[in-house]
């Protein structure tokens, strides 16, 4: 089993910036595909970006194209989501997600493994 921990939430006005943080319990990125996904009060879990297993390409959802950018530094472990010119639609909780082999990326139920999540909260 794999367990996933997600920080950097928090408050931050429109137009500002935030990265949250996923650290996985074991050595994770050569082998899983790795994903954030957001999720609105009142709405379905949204997928937000990706990136494949062994830090290859990188997929984001329309939403999320030229403002926000998913990373891994292997030296610690951690994927990162970094978000820039946030939105207040962008407020959510925030879920890191990891599976060995994703038929469907932008699919929730893809995905076996997931954090606690992180709330996003944009103001305007």
């Known amino acids: 089993q794999v367990q996933l921990v997600e920080s950097g939430g928090g408050l931050v006005q429109a137009g500002g910036s935030l990265r949250v943080s996923c650290v996985p319990s074991?050595?994770?990125?050569?082998?899983?595909?790795m994903a954030w996904f957001r999720q609105a009060p009142g709405k379905e879990r949204e997928f937000v970006a990706a990136?494949?297993?062994?830090?290859?390409?990188?997929y984001y959802a329309d939403s999320a194209k030229g403002r926000f950018a998913i990373s891994i530094d292997n030296a610690k472990n951690t994927v990162y989501l970094q978000m820039n010119s946030l939105k207040p639609e962008d407020t959510a909780v925030y879920y890191c997600?990891?599976?060995?082999?994703?038929?469907?990326?932008?699919?929730?139920?893809?995905?076996?493994?997931w954090g606690q999540g992180t709330q996003v909260t944009v103001s305007s």
């Open positions: 997600a990891a599976d060995p082999r994703v038929d469907s990326r932008e699919n929730p139920f893809s995905y076996d493994y």
């Open positions: 074991i050595r994770t990125f050569s082998t899983y595909d």
């Open positions: 990136i494949a297993r062994g830090g290859g390409r990188r």
